[in-house]
Structures are given as structure tokens and as C-alpha cells.
């Protein structure tokens, strides 16, 4: 038993979810072919660098993935449902291809911007990233869930979350555990700034901050 994505060609996707869940539907039962597609190779070549399918680590039900026509079957485990989807949001966004989630039956398109996986406590789940964007979710956030989460691969990621006095606890993580901080900021436009610094991959985004280890 599985949890069932695929990632297609765009333009065999269509323009309307139906078609996007039928053909993705259809390819968990077409043949493999050794000559796919490009950003499908790109698609793969990316994802195995992640070690998936490992038998300690791994989150693929099966591996080697195997390519068609129009996509990729991606099968995974039930262990961590939202973490796979916010690897293949990225993956996905970055080589242009649409994201089928048939368990769910939902269907994430690429968005435009730097590749990067958000997601965020009203429900948004995007795979790309402009400022624009960052404005207007940070801007958003419910309070009943004021939390946003920017992921570059599992391990690497910043998260900010809205207290009820407008201020931001930020925090940021690349590595292990043991690397893992988090500081406070005072404002809503402080915090987008320092985001999409570290979206933007600024070397000096994180400077001036009271950063202190996150303890667990």
C-alpha cells in the first residue's frame, strides 16, 4: 500500500485538474520507456541524489523509479506525507512539471519564482517562491495556524511563526538537529526581508540576529 504521486509533462497535463488526476492515473499503468523526456531525466537525477530509496532513510515505496511518456509514477511511503509532498513541490517547480497527487486527488502546478517548497497554515502549498508572494502570505497568515515554512531539501529550511502581539519567532535549519536556530523579529516587513534573503541564498541574510539553538 502506497501513497501515490506523479509528476508530468506540463503540456500532457492539460489546462483543467480532470485531465491533470486522468492522465496521472493512466501513467502508474503505462509502459516504461529508456527514452523520456528531459526535464523528466532532470526530474530523476535531482531525486536520487536524496538517497530515497534507501533502506534506512528511504521514503520511496519502490526504486529505481521508472519513466514513460508523459511522467513519473512516484509511489512513497505513508510515513511523512506533507515532508514527501514538499520534496516533489520543489523538485517539481524546478524542472517545470506538474505535481498529481492522485491519494488526494489534487493537483499542484508549477508556480513561477525560485524554486523552493512553501508551505503554510491556511493551507497554501506552493513550489515556487517570489517576493511578491512572500508579502502577501506573511501578510496572511491565519491566526488560528500563523505558521510558514520555506524548504530547499528536508534538512534545510526556515520556518517563521506570528505571535499574537504582531512580533515573529524565526527560525532556520541546515543539517542535523544540532543545527537548527531560531531568534525573534519585531515586524511583518522585517521578516519577509530576511526570508527571501535566505531564499535568495544571501550569505550575509542572518547576520544581526540573536540566533540561539533550538533544544528538543
Given amino acids: ?3 501515490d504521486f506523479v ?5 500532457v497535463a492539460g489546462s483543467d485538474d480532470a485531465t491533470a488526476l486522468r492522465v496521472g492515473a493512466d501513467t502508474f499503468e503505462a509502459s516504461p520507456v529508456a527514452d523520456r523526456d528531459a526535464r523528466l531525466t532532470g526530474f530523476l537525477g535531482e531525486l536520487e541524489q536524496l538517497d530515497p530509496g534507501s533502506d534506512e532513510h528511504g521514503w520511496l515505496s ?4 521508472a519513466a514513460t511518456t508523459e511522467g513519473v509514477p512516484v509511489p512513497t511511503t505513508y510515513e511523512d506525507v506533507e515532508g514527501n509532498l514538499a520534496t516533489l513541490l ?4 524546478r524542472h517545470g512539471l506538474v505535481l498529481v497527487d492522485l491519494n488526494a486527488e489534487a493537483v499542484h502546478r508549477p508556480a513561477p519564482g525560485l524554486p ?3 508551505r503554510a497554515g491556511d493551507g497554501t502549498v506552493l ?3 517570489t517576493r511578491e508572494r512572500l508579502e502577501r ?3 496572511g497568515l491565519p491566526a488560528s495556524d500563523p505558521w510558514l515554512v520555506l524548504e530547499k531539501s528536508p534538512e534545510v529550511y526556515a520556518q517563521t511563526l506570528r505571535r499574537s502581539d504582531g512580533s515573529f519567532v524565526l527560525e532556520h535549519r541546515v543539517g542535523g538537529p544540532d543545527r537548527h536556530w531560531s531568534c525573534e523579529v519585531s515586524s511583518a516587513d522585517a521578516t519577509v526581508t530576511r526570508l527571501w534573503r535566505w531564499v535568495d541564498a544571501d ?7 540573536d540566533w540561539q539553538p533550538v533544544t528538543w
Avoid: H, K, N, T
Fill in 203 to 209: 550569505d550575509d541574510w542572518d547576520e544581526g540576529l
Fill in 116 to 118: 523552493v517548497s512553501v
Fill in 1 to 3: 500500500m502506497s501513497y
Fill in 7 to 11: 509528476v508530468l509533462l506540463a503540456e
Fill in 62 to 65: 519502490v526504486w529505481p523509479l
Fill in 127 to 129: 513550489g515556487a517562491l
Fill in 90 to 93: 520543489r523538485l517539481a517547480a
Fill in 137 to 139: 502570505l506573511v501578510a
